[in-house]
């Protein structure tokens, strides 16, 4: 995931997670609420399209959010 991460980046980029948050490294809990990854405008719109996706889809917002808020 980094080396992907960091390949998309160094072209000028943007990867976050499902919700936008940068990614994390090294931590205890390696789970990642998906990954959004491309060009700006790209990825902007990707994000912007997840949110529009039902509740219970595997890429749905509202539970990512909410296991985010868990962890915390």
């Not at 499902?18 to 902007?44: F, K, M, Q, T």
């Given at each position: ?30 789970y ?17 399209h ?17 296991r ?5």
């Amino acid at each position: 995931m980094c080396a992907g991460a960091l390949l998309v980046q160094e072209a000028g980029g943007v990867v976050t997670d499902l919700l936008g948050a940068s990614l994390g490294y090294n931590r205890a809990d390696p789970y990642v609420h998906g990954i959004v990854a491309g060009e700006r405008a790209a990825h902007a719109a990707l994000l912007a399209h997840s949110r529009t996706l039902p509740s219970g889809s595997r890429l749905d917002v509202r539970r990512a959010a909410a296991r985010a808020e868990q962890e915390d």
